[in-house]
């Protein structure tokens, strides 16, 4: 028992230092290729694609057969693969309906020949090269769909339907790839011979592939061309195709050579040399041409960039410079609406209040300019300031340590200009600030918001005269609407 697992790891270990001594390099081929966002030209083409039958291309995808019974649709590319024997193919799509069960399905093809329209998943019977199916409805009833299915073709079978291509195809796997929240992805690497196929399940925005299937002593046609088709029959689904990228394959032995490298050494000396020239014609030309007009020319620091375009630190400075004048002007509007507010408790007072006993009125007396409810406005607007006092402190607080930082990272680096603004902006902004704490201050002990009954003045009502007043005028009312409804039920009656 121990001697098969000694052996297995014993190969996955050969495995693994092959793959690290023959690494695989890989280049995306554009002319193969269509993704999204640009998918499509205006006119509806793909360029280096032919697209027929119903489907249709838009800017983020390519509908090769819509959720309509009995429509089918291609797209094959018009260049042959010649950049490789070896490729990759990574694939997006979303295949769904409203119905439970969906039909008929959509193929990915490489062929060596161009493609038609036909009964095979919207493409053309009898072909010559691999077909990859994403079968999604059950024609033999053995409940294996959906799922997907490999079948190569020499050009001489003809796909049998009624049987899912059960007796024909090469390998498969059962995965449901109808109606997911993210596109389904998958990935059709063929290198030296060896076919692998792995599927995304669509459940989540990254792709997480799983192997579907691997087939060895695959030959495919050399300078094939790519293809994908669908269809729909007496059910229908979207077949949307989203990305379609193709790679070419190398090993070290095969990779290509960079074209600087192609360039044989005499042309490219000679190309250097032309260059060179040319360089010191224009050089000659300028100096001409600044002798000539001198009053053309364009001083060398015209093309400097820093001259048009402020640097990060500069327009920090600025930013936060910027900020505390904005901060500034608010908080000389605040201390201006203080001021006025402290004026305005300075000469109001409040009316004694009302003799007990008097008419149902008996409430407090006209003619005061500084009225209970109006105190009580006052005292909130003050809180409300002192809040937002508070809050502004704190943001300008945060504002200075950020500036003495970048002071301290400016000194040291050699020193920058403008240092000089938020010296005297500390002092303008600390001496506002102690002028508030002390109007805060007189406001508290002015308005009694400290709840202490010694702390209010002449012009103060205490809160048990208040409330006796309140007692009294609500016994008055109280007997007057008493005394009226009894005089209203003695005339009804």
Not at 429 to 457: F, H, K, M, W, Y
Not at 468 to 483: D, E, G, N, P
Request: charge should be negative; glycine fraction near 8%; aromatic fraction near 8%.
């Amino acid at each position: 028992m121990t001697s098969p697992r000694v052996l297995l790891v014993l190969l996955a270990a050969v495995a693994a230092i092959s793959a690290q001594n023959n690494p695989v390099f890989k280049k995306f081929e554009y002319k193969h290729s269509f993704r999204a966002p640009n998918l499509a030209q205006r006119d509806g083409s793909i360029p280096f694609w032919i697209v027929s039958g119903d489907a249709i291309a838009s800017g983020e995808q390519l509908r090769l057969a819509p959720s309509m019974r009995s429509r089918k649709g291609i797209a094959w590319n018009k260049r042959a693969f010649v950049e490789s024997e070896n490729f990759q193919v990574d694939i997006a799509l979303k295949i769904g309906g409203q119905g439970r069960v969906g039909a008929d399905g959509l193929g990915i093809w490489y062929t060596s020949q161009l493609g038609a329209l036909g009964p095979v998943f919207g493409a053309n019977d009898f072909w010559t090269g691999m077909g990859i199916f994403l079968d999604s409805f059950d024609n033999d009833g053995i409940k294996n769909n959906p799922q997907v299915a490999l079948m190569l073709n020499d050009g001489t079978r003809s796909y049998d339907h009624h049987t899912d291509g059960s007796q024909q195809i090469l390998s498969s796997c059962q995965r449901d790839f109808r109606n997911k929240p993210y596109p389904v992805r998958l990935r059709i690497e063929y290198l030296k011979n060896v076919l692998l196929v792995h599927v995304d399940d669509g459940m989540q925005p990254t792709p997480r592939y799983e192997l579907c299937m691997r087939a060895e002593n695959i030959y495919l046609p050399k300078n094939g061309y790519f293809g994908v088709s669908a269809a729909t029959g007496g059910l229908a689904d979207d077949h949307d195709v989203l990305d379609f990228s193709v790679f070419s394959l190398f090993s070290e032995q095969q990779k290509p050579t960079p074209v600087a490298e192609q360039i044989p050494q005499q042309e490219k000396q000679k190309y250097d040399e032309e260059f060179e020239r040319q360089m010191k014609e224009y050089e000659a030309e300028r100096a001409k041409f600044k002798e000539q007009h001198p009053d053309k020319v364009k001083e060398d620091d015209e093309y400097d960039p820093s001259k048009y375009y402020e640097d990060a630190t500069a327009r920090e400075l600025r930013l936060i410079y910027e900020s505390q004048n904005a901060i500034h002007q608010v908080m000389q509007n605040m201390d201006q609406r203080l001021a006025q507010i402290q004026q305005t408790q300075a000469t109001g007072h409040v009316a004694p209040a009302a003799a007990a006993g008097q008419q149902a009125g008996g409430a407090v007396a006209g003619g005061a300019s500084f009225q209970p409810h109006e105190k009580n406005e006052v005292i909130t607007s003050l809180r409300d300031l002192s809040q937002s006092v508070r809050d502004m402190k704190q943001y300008v607080n945060e504002i200075f340590t950020k500036t003495y930082n970048m002071e301290q990272k400016l000194t040291q680096g050699g020193g920058a200009t403008g240092g000089g603004v938020d010296s005297s902006m500390h002092q303008k902004v600390d001496s506002l600030l102690n002028e508030l704490r002390t109007v805060r201050a007189t406001q508290i002990e002015t308005s009694g918001s400290g709840g202490s009954p010694g702390t209010c003045q002449n012009n103060c009502v205490s809160s048990t005269i208040f409330l006796l007043i309140i007692f009294i005028q609500s016994i008055v009312i109280v007997a007057v609407v008493y005394v009226r409804s009894k005089q209203d039920k003695a005339k009804f009656y």
